[in-house]
């Protein structure tokens, strides 16, 4: 008499929107299909993993939703148990707060954990901060590098431009950066002021939304540019030509 092994199920990569946009209109139907199926997610924030679920499907049981907060908060001790209804051979969901989930979001991790015990990984159609705002900066799209957060030290972070300016214009190099929007305007001042005056610089902020601006000029020409960038989910994009 033999047993089989039971199957796993799958781990769906579920994009969410970039801020109050229209779901129906960012989002292929296939997600909805996918997320009607699937009642245990791995989220980075309940709340807003609730209101994407119910705006995408607002017929689905939002009782029925088992959640697993994955985030700063976590205990570490815990992630290990967040796959265990895909052990079990459930499909399960993995949500960032925002954007895609495992490019500049913790959910790397399960990715990884899901991969060591052989769960299927799908990822999932959706918007990417990060690859909208290379696609519409006009830089150089066959080389470039996600750095997220510069050091908040001034000398530090001068320093840091600096560098991956020169690394910029020696590769041919796009450079792409985010900041905590409160400090925005704070951060495109100090590109203007620290980068040379030919660097180009690409602000991309609100994308996919009704207030999306996008923008790329030189680091003088942004001296003459008005933008209030306070508190709008935004990426920086720098590239130095040779």
């Known amino acids: ?82 796959l265990d209804a895909a052990k079990s051979g459930k499909d399960m969901g993995l949500m960032s707060e925002a954007g895609c989930p495992g490019v500049a979001d913790p959910g790397a991790e399960i990715v990884r954990l899901a991969h060591e015990a052989n769960i299927q990984v799908v990822p999932m159609v959706g918007p990417s901060s990060i690859l909208l705002a290379m696609m519409a900066s006009g830089m150089n799209g066959q080389s470039f590098t996600f750095h997220g957060y510069l050091p908040i030290d001034k000398k530090e972070r001068k320093n840091e431009l600096k560098n991956l300016e020169r690394i ?21 001042e100090d590109l203007i002021q620290i980068l040379q005056p030919t660097t180009r610089i690409c602000v991309a902020c609100d994308l996919t939304l009704s207030t999306e601006f996008i923008k790329t000029a030189t680091a003088a020409d942004w001296k003459n540019i008005k933008a209030d960038l306070h508190k709008r989910p935004a990426i920086f994009i720098i590239q130095k030509d040779l």
């Open 168 to 188: 910029s214009a020696e590769r041919n190099q796009a450079q792409i950066f985010i900041e905590t929007p409160y400090r925005n305007n704070k951060f495109l």
């Open 1 to 82: 008499m033999s047993s089989k092994t039971p199957t796993t199920g799958r781990l769906y990569l579920i994009p969410v929107g970039l801020g109050n946009s229209d779901a129906q209109k960012v989002f292929p139907g296939i997600n909805a299909e996918v997320i009607s199926n699937i009642d245990d997610f791995i989220v980075e924030n309940e709340k807003t993993a609730r209101r994407f679920i119910k705006e995408l499907l607002p017929e689905k049981s939002q009782p029925a939703l088992r959640l697993s907060a994955l985030n700063k908060f976590t205990e570490a001790s815990q992630i290990p148990t967040f």
